[in-house]
């Protein structure tokens, strides 16, 4: 079965960090670009961040540009999201998605979906 699992979020107050994780399943990430979107509360989803397949070059809406962190590990067919300096702001459900290419920080080619994790940041 095909699927995408994100793990890794949670309650964190301002300033704090959280590590999400996406793991796939019944696919290799290897051939894919990867994305991590969030949506927000009463707003529509967005892109944060997204990672190549081809030379694993990494992109960043700037708002989390030096805060923000993604990752691949092509051997446990996991990519992360390293969030650090926490905001406020930055709660939301995280969803990470595999497709065709990265254009900027935004994934296209969808084809697949996680669920999401939710984060959020708060005292």
């Known amino acids: 079965q095909v699927q995408l699992v994100e793990s890794g979020g949670g309650l964190v107050q301002p300033g704090g960090s959280l590590r999400l994780s996406c793991a796939a399943s019944?696919?290799?990430?290897?051939?894919?670009?990867i994305g991590w979107f969030r949506q927000a509360p009463g707003k529509e989803r967005e892109g944060v961040s997204c990672i190549s397949d081809s030379d694993g070059s990494t992109y960043y809406t700037d708002s989390v540009k030096g805060r923000f962190a993604i990752s691949r590990d092509n051997a446990k067919n996991t990519v992360y999201l390293q969030m650090n300096s926490l905001k406020p702001e930055d709660t939301a459900v995280y969803y990470c998605a595999t497709g065709r290419y990265c254009s900027a920080y935004v994934l296209w080619g969808v084809n697949y979906w996680g669920k999401g994790t939710l984060v959020t940041v708060s005292s």
């Open positions: 019944g696919f290799t990430l290897d051939y894919y670009a």
